[in-house]
């Protein structure tokens, strides 16, 4: 007996009962579509993630005055520390080749004024170099100059969700704000860059030069950041390095202190968020794997109620030359058909799903295809293994008995 | 020659620890083209003896040769053939595939065999015309009569042109005017050289066979040819 033959058989006997192999596949089916559209959201949120590392600014290395600890999955300052200044910046900037650019950082949250307009929002103080090195761009007008530094003017580049609530629909631009009872004028808008990677919004932003900051805001000499660029991204463990023995030399640490400084690069950011996406395909793994299962069991129950039923089928088909070897072909192929059935239709679900979704729902789901390989293959597996007990119970069946049994 | 050969056959079945004998030492041989009504009450052993003839069931102890081979010892996929090219069953209670069109029907031995005819279809045809039932080729066996599906049945019997038909009971679902009908054909069949072996607890389908061999209690208790003219004479 050929395998056509016996394929013939099988997808007869399940065009036989329709409904039945349908519900007997439904396990798989969703089994299998939910592990396609979990992995597009895992592969979705990823990117999300990578494209926000991305945007704090390419190659950028942080260095947060204090210990910085893990808090809820978040890096937090802990203590004051003032140890950090401008004079540390300059040296990172000077002294250290895989450095291409600083910008020394300070920011307070503070009410913002227009007209009878007020708004809370992040006062930062920083240098020009801020927007290259934290990858801001400008919507329109300009970055503060070196002179506006140098000689601490009140001047502003203000970023989108600041300009809303100030300014509402009207133009910023050389419009003046008050902050601490002093007017600032606006000479630039940064385009909207949208949440950082602890969901905070850095849109809500009022830049000015960071003499200005110093002498009108703040009144101190140190700072709680320097934000610095390496020069490549294979540079930034380089640049890391030097700038930790800078910044201990600098600080005039001795071997026995701890930092009072943290540095946090893209990279780290990255491994750090990589940890929770790979505990989520952990996650992922083991519900495909429990779907699956069930899947599996779905078509074992079917499979055997299947060989119970039609006893007397397998007692004929044995009477008239039937060997063992073909009726175990003939309920495996049944199991492996629905297998398939259910794997396709649940590709076919679970695509359809994630591309309604990207297209209609705004989300960010990104189509896997090792995922849908996997799965073809995890189906036809599934129906084999579970059809294996039901085909061989069946061929065992005495054939005398069988043509017997009502 | 003997067709069938069985030399002190012993079958029993083990059931929780207890050791049922069906048949106790039945030797028995059958002749080409012979016409053999094997007759005793139920649990007699009748359908175990045809299960063992019919190669459904290996005997426990004793030898088995039909047409010169040794059978009583061969694998599943050995007796599987044996089955499929050497004998040809028709069943009391039909057993015919449900849902399944008389053509198909007629057709299934030969999804089994090792070198199947090419035009399985056009003899399928034919036998079903043998029968009578040329116009419900496409009937499935719910949409048949009794009579209809046991004609089928014969059909089916046929298909791989066995030596053997071992027909169990089959007027036992019928009415007696297809029950005549039917016995008219394995009359014709014997005329054709089929050897037919014929199982049933009725004196009278019996009496159509040449031969009567009466198993009591697992044994055969007697084995007489039959006089169809010294019959006919006192009717």
Redesign the interface.
Known sequence: ?NIF?SLG?AI?ALR?HKARTFLASLGILIGIASVIIMVAIGKGSQQEVMDVIAGMGENLITVNAGEMKRRGGRLRLTGNVTTLTVRDANRIMDEIGEVERVAPFEQKSMTAKFGNNSAETTIAGSTIDFPIVRDYKLKSGDVFSERDVKTANRVAVIGMTAVKNLFGEEDPLGQVIKVHFMPYKIIGVFEPKGVDTNGLDQDDLVLIPLSTYMRRIANQTFITRIFVKASSRKNIAKASKKIHELLRENHKLTDDRNDDFTLVSQLDIEEMKKETTEMFTKLIVGVAGISLLVGGIGILAVMLISVKERT??I????????????IVRQFLYESLIIGFLGGGLGVALGVGLTLGLTHWGNWTLILDLNSIWVASWACAGIGVLFGVFPAIKASKL???VA?TTE | MNLIEMNSICKSYRNIGFETKVLKDVTLHIKEGDYVGIIGPSGAGK?TLM?IM?C??QPTSGEYILDGEQVGKLN??KL??V???KIG?V?QAF??????SALENVT??L???KNPPGNIKERARELLAKVGLEHRLHHTPGQLSGGEQQRVTIA?SLI?DPRIILADEPTGNLDSKNGIETMKTFDSLVKEGKTIILITHDQEVAQHAGRIISILDGQIASDSEVNHEAQTRSL
């Not at chain 1, 007692?315 to 073909?326: H, S």
């Open positions: 007996m033959s058989i007869k036989a007397r089928e007692g004929i088909r044995r009477a008239v030359g039937a060997t063992r070897k073909d005495d054939p005398m043509l | 359908s299960a019919g459904l069931a599943d996929r599987s053939r089955r499929n090219e069953f069943f057993h015919l595939l449900p849902g399944v299934l031995p999804v089994y065999a089916r791989s």
